[in-house]
């Protein structure tokens, strides 16, 4: 399994950003999806999930509720976060992982699933 994320860069606070993460190696519509920061000095802590059909079953922080939009697009094997009303705290390197298995819905991944490599959204007030 391959995720390449994309879409990070300089925005000042209230901007927006829209990253992607494009998946390939397995059947994607399969698998739930999850977007994932971790700030300097701090640990890594998970942002948004979406399950494998992304029909409406998703899952926010608490600091992004109602801000960020997370989203997929199964034909385009592609996962979406859809950041408005950025703050400086939100300044952070951001993963896209993908469950190795198949659940209805969880926000539990770690080192056991896969992984692509961030995309840094440096927010600046």
């Known amino acids: 399994v391959q995720l390449q994320a994309s879409g990070g860069g300089l925005v000042q606070a209230g901007g927006s950003l829209r990253l992607s993460c494009a998946a390939s190696?397995?059947?994607?519509?399969?698998?739930?999806m999850g977007w994932f920061r971790q700030a300097p000095g701090k640990e890594r802590e998970v942002v948004a999930v979406i399950n494998w059909s992304g029909g409406g079953s998703t899952y926010y922080a608490d600091s992004v509720k109602g801000r960020f939009t997370i989203s997929r697009d199964n034909a385009k094997n592609t996962v979406f976060l859809q950041m408005n009303s950025l703050r400086p705290e939100d300044t952070a390197v951001y993963y896209c992982?993908?469950?190795?298995?198949?659940?209805?819905?969880?926000?539990?991944?770690?080192?056991?699933?896969?992984w692509g490599r961030g995309t840094l959204v440096t927010v600046s007030s």
């Open positions: 190696g397995r059947t994607f519509s399969r698998y739930n």
């Open positions: 992982a993908q469950k190795a298995g198949m659940y209805s819905m969880t926000t539990s991944f770690d080192e056991s699933d896969y």
